[in-house]
């Protein structure tokens, strides 16, 4: 937290203090500086697209190229199922959740760091930059999501009124990375290990998660261990809402989102309790 201290001249001086209790976390602080998350999030954006060719096309790209591998590599050759849908598409609409899920979670671990010299000039909420780290890839999903639309057009699928919970998934995936990253980017400041393991982590999670292949074809025996993972529920919940396939198990997924919360509850404890340390080991 910050204490304002006795003027300095006519500069306000700030001390940062670890917070003395688990719920003093002082969220307020970032409604006070919201404008500065917002210019945060822009900078985020410009500096990604600065001196690209193809700028924010990049985000239709990589979904786009990876729906092809998987569509010749696992609905070709290897004869995955698709739950009756056609495959380009079912992959398609789990990869666009997925690359906003996996972006948001890799450019977190690393905002820490790569903003080391601003923190250790002048005083603002540490959390804000994880934040627009993370807010920074609602562009590339709404542009994803777009070509997403134009695809169910193209095979005649008319989402009904389960459409409406697609916000609700996607928040999901957001405090599923907020709440994994938050751990991960504080311990970065530390051991700098992290961030290069973050792919490695990254490739085994989407392996982990119903991407290239659907729930169906996992164990019964294992399928509630397997619905745990929060990813699971966010994509079969966008193949739910937008092409009207299976519908999650909305019980199990509530353990999962109950552990989502409590794991990005903890993280902001952490964080908050290691950013009094932050400006001297980064």
Known sequence: MARQSPRFGDVPLHRIEASKSLFDLHLDELWLHRELLYFLTWRDLKLRYKQTVLGALWAVVQPLMMMVVFTFVFGGFAKVPSDGLPYPIFAYVA???????????GRCVGSLVGNSGIISKVYFPRLLIPLSSTFAGFLDFGIAFTILVAMMAWY???PGWAVVTVPLFLLLALMTALAVGLWLTALNVKFRDVSHGISFVLQLWMYASPVAYPVSVVPEQWRFLYILNPMVTVIQGFRWALLGAEMPDFGVSAVSIAGVLAV??????????TERTMVDVI
Do not use: C, D, I, Q
């Open 264 to 273: 990005l509850y903890g993280g902001m404890v952490y964080f908050k309790r």
């Open 95 to 105: 990869l666009v959740p997925w690359n906003f899920f996996s972006s948001a979670l």
């Open 156 to 158: 005649g699928f008319t």
